[in-house]
C-alpha cells in the first residue's frame, strides 16, 4: 500500500469536500478537524452550506452554483496544512450531564457489576471521574461519540439487542460509553438515565453538545432528576457548562 | 381573500412537507432531508410565485385527496406525473391553475416517476424547526408533527407574493423541465474511498446493471446486483456521508444515500452520484435498473449550473408572464396585405386591435 499523505482532500460529490488529517481515533488529529471546521464557518465563504467534523476528518458542504470550486478547493488547502487556524486555546470545554445510575433506569448496572468485579457504588465512581472527549455526533440528532472512559467499565455490548432504548438512557457497549439521544434500537448496556434531552427539536439549541467538547457525568438522586425532569419538560433547563484549563 | 387552507380527506401512500433541508446541524447528528427531487421542486415553487426554498407537499406515488376549505391560492404539480386533477378534472403537471374553497384536489394513479411536488402560493405554512420545515420523520422533526399527513389534518398556507394571481396558467416551457430519464446511467464522481476497491471491484460498479430493492425510501436506495470487491474491510473511521454518496458495505452491495440519510457512517463510499441525477434516482422505484457511470468533477459542477440557469429563466419568464405581455396572439394579416399597405388582426389578452399600415413615398 502507498503511503497516504495528510492533510489530504477528498472529493466527496459535487457539493461536498473533505479534509482528511490522518487514519485513527486520537485526540491530537481530531483537535484538527475540530480547529479547521472553526476557522471555515469564520470565513464564511459564499455558497457555503454546512460542516461535520468526524473523528479525524472534516467534511464541507457547498453550493456548486454559487462557490468557485477550484479555489474552495485550493483554500481549504492552505488552511489545512496551518495547524493553528481557528484554534481556540487549550480550555476544554465540559458539558456535566446529571444522571441516575442504577434502579429501573439502569437495568444492566448488575450485569456490568458482575461483568467488571466491581460493586454497583464503584461503577458509577469510575463513569464519573473520567471525563469523556466527544470526537463527533452523528447516527441520531445529538448522538455523541465519547471516548475516554475508565477502561476497567469495558462490558460487552448485549448478545440480543432491545427493540427501543429509551432517550437519555446512559449505556456502556465494549470500551465506549454513550447517552442515547432519541429513542432507537441497541445493544448497549445500559447503567443509568439522564432527565436532561440531549436533543430537543423546539429548543435553542436543538441539541447542546458539539463536537470538541468533553462530557462529565454527574451522579444524582432521585428528587434532582424529578426537578431536572420537570424543567427539561417546561424547556428551561439549561445544563452546566464549565470552562477548564486543559490537564497537561 | 384569506390563504388557501386544505383538509386532508386521503392522505396518500407517503405525502410529507418538504422545502430545501435543514442545513447547518448535520455536524450535531441532524440530517438534511428536504425534497428529493430538488430541481422539480425548486421550479413548482417558482410557478406559483413562492420563494425557491418554499414548502411544498412531497407526494409519493399514489397521491392525497385534499379539499380546499378556506380562502383561494394557485398550486402546480411537478416532478412525476401522478394523475392530478382538481375537482375531477384533469391538470397537467407544470401548469399554474387556481383554486379557492370547495375544490377537491386529488390523484388517481402514478404514469411517470415516483415523485411529484405540490407547490402552493405562500407555501405550506407549518413551524419552522432548526431553521427548516422539511419534514424528517425517524427524529419526528419538523413538517407536520414530524410525520407523513394523516386523515383529517389542516394545513395551512403562508402569505403568497403580491403578484401570486397573476401566475395563473402560466406553464413552465419543457426546456426548463429537468429531464429524468429512467433508462439513463447515473453518473459518479469517484471517491471519497474509490482507493479502498479492487479493480475488479470497480469494473463490476462500473460496468454491471443493478436494480433497485425494495429497500429503497427517502434515507437510501440499495441495489442488487454484482457484488463490489474490497481490497480489505469494507469499514472505515465513520465519516461524513454526502447526499448520493454509494456506501458499499461488506456484502458488496451499493446503497445510494439520499435526502433522509443519517450524516455519519462507517462504510466505505465508491462514489458519489451528482446532485442532478440523485433528483434522477429518486423519481425510480423498486426493481428499475441503473448503471453507473464516472464523471469528472467539473462536469458535475457544469449539470448543476445549468439547473440553476433553468430557474434564473423560468424565473424571467414568469415576470414577463406576470407583466401581462402574455397572450399576443400572432398577428392574422388581412387577405390584402402586401408590403406597401395592409392590416393585420392582434389579439392581446382577447382584445381584438387591427394595425395598419400604408408605405409613403419620400417626401421630395
Not at chain 1, 432491545?162 to 454513550?178: D, F, L, M, N, Y
Not at chain 1, 434500537?185 to 468533553?214: N, Q, S, V, Y
Not at chain 2, 433541508?21 to 430541481?39: F, N, T
Not at chain 2, 415576470?319 to 396572439?329: C, K, N, Q, Y
Request: aromatic share 8%.
Amino acid at each position: 500500500m502507498n503511503e497516504k499523505k495528510y492533510p489530504r482532500l477528498l472529493t466527496a460529490g459535487d457539493g461536498c469536500v473533505v479534509v482528511e488529517f490522518g487514519d485513527a481515533i486520537d485526540m491530537e488529529i481530531n483537535s484538527r478537524v475540530a480547529s479547521l471546521a472553526a476557522a471555515v464557518r469564520k470565513a464564511d465563504f459564499p455558497g457555503f452550506l454546512d460542516t461535520v467534523p468526524t473523528y479525524r476528518s472534516l467534511a464541507v458542504y457547498f453550493n456548486p452554483a454559487t462557490t468557485d470550486v477550484d479555489a474552495l478547493y485550493s483554500k481549504l488547502g492552505k488552511m489545512a496544512s496551518c495547524p493553528d487556524a481557528g484554534k481556540e486555546g487549550g480550555r476544554r470545554r465540559i458539558i456535566v450531564v446529571p444522571s441516575l445510575y442504577g434502579g429501573e433506569f439502569g437495568p444492566d448496572m448488575a450485569d456490568v457489576a458482575e461483568h467488571t468485579g466491581l460493586t454497583p457504588e464503584e461503577v458509577v465512581t469510575r463513569h464519573t471521574a473520567h471525563d469523556c472527549y466527544c470526537y463527533m455526533l452523528g447516527f441520531t440528532p445529538g448522538y455523541s461519540y465519547l471516548g475516554g472512559m475508565d477502561p476497567s467499565l469495558e462490558t460487552p455490548r448485549l448478545k440480543n439487542p432491545r427493540e427501543i432504548i429509551p432517550a437519555g438512557s446512559v449505556a456502556i457497549g465494549g470500551k465506549q460509553t454513550g447517552i442515547y439521544s432519541i429513542a432507537s434500537p441497541g445493544g448497549w448496556r445500559l447503567i443509568g438515565r439522564t432527565p436532561m434531552k440531549m436533543f430537543d427539536p423546539d429548543r435553542d439549541p436543538a441539541i447542546f453538545l458539539e463536537a470538541g467538547m468533553w462530557v462529565r457525568f454527574r451522579a444524582i438522586g432521585k428528587a434532582e432528576f424529578d426537578e431536572i425532569e420537570a424543567a427539561t419538560a417546561k424547556g428551561i433547563y439549561r445544563p452546566e457548562i464549565l470552562e477548564e484549563e486543559a490537564k497537561p | 381573500m384569506t390563504v388557501p387552507v386544505f383538509s386532508v380527506r386521503v392522505p396518500g401512500m407517503l405525502t410529507t412537507v418538504q422545502d430545501s433541508g435543514r442545513w447547518g446541524y448535520q455536524g450535531k447528528g441532524m440530517p438534511v432531508a428536504g425534497a428529493m427531487d430538488m430541481q422539480a421542486f425548486a421550479l413548482g415553487n417558482i410557478l406559483v410565485g413562492n420563494d425557491e426554498n418554499a414548502a411544498a407537499l412531497e407526494v409519493t406515488l399514489m397521491g392525497p385527496t385534499l379539499s380546499v376549505t378556506e380562502g383561494e391560492g394557485v398550486v402546480a404539480v411537478t416532478g412525476a406525473d401522478l394523475g392530478f386533477k382538481v375537482n375531477g378534472g384533469d391538470v397537467p403537471n407544470w401548469t399554474v391553475v387556481s383554486v379557492k374553497t370547495g375544490d377537491v384536489l386529488s390523484f388517481t394513479a402514478p404514469r411517470s416517476g415516483c415523485r411529484a411536488y405540490l407547490c402552493v402560493s405562500g407555501g405550506i405554512d407549518v413551524p419552522r424547526v432548526m431553521e427548516s420545515r422539511s419534514t424528517y420523520t425517524r427524529a419526528k422533526v419538523g413538517g407536520l408533527e414530524g410525520r407523513a399527513l394523516k386523515k383529517g389534518d389542516t394545513l395551512r398556507c403562508g402569505e403568497p407574493a403580491p403578484l401570486w394571481k397573476r401566475c395563473e396558467g402560466l406553464v413552465c416551457p419543457e426546456a426548463l423541465r429537468p429531464v429524468r430519464d429512467p433508462a439513463a446511467p447515473l453518473r459518479v464522481i469517484p471517491g471519497p474511498q474509490d482507493d479502498l476497491f479492487t479493480e475488479k471491484g470497480l469494473a463490476s460498479f462500473y460496468g454491471a446493471e443493478y436494480v433497485v430493492s425494495n429497500s429503497a425510501d427517502r434515507m437510501g436506495y440499495r441495489m442488487d446486483g454484482e457484488p463490489i470487491e474490497h481490497t480489505g474491510a469494507a469499514d472505515i473511521i465513520s465519516d461524513a456521508i454526502p447526499l448520493g454518496a454509494v456506501q458499499v458495505p461488506g456484502h458488496g452491495q451499493p446503497i445510494v444515500m439520499l435526502a433522509d440519510r443519517q450524516t455519519t457512517g462507517g462504510y466505505t463510499k465508491i462514489g458519489v452520484v451528482c446532485s442532478v441525477d440523485v433528483a434522477s434516482l429518486s423519481q425510480r422505484l423498486p426493481g428499475a435498473t441503473v448503471r453507473f457511470v464516472k464523471i469528472p468533477l467539473k462536469d458535475a459542477v457544469e449539470l448543476v449550473c445549468g439547473e440553476a440557469k433553468a430557474r434564473e429563466t423560468l424565473r424571467e419568464f414568469r415576470a414577463a408572464w406576470r407583466s401581462g405581455t402574455r397572450a399576443v396572439s400572432a398577428p392574422v394579416l388581412s387577405e390584402h396585405a402586401s408590403p406597401s399597405c395592409g392590416e393585420a388582426i392582434l389579439r392581446v389578452d382577447g382584445k381584438k386591435h387591427v394595425i395598419s399600415w400604408e408605405e409613403i413615398g419620400e417626401v421630395e
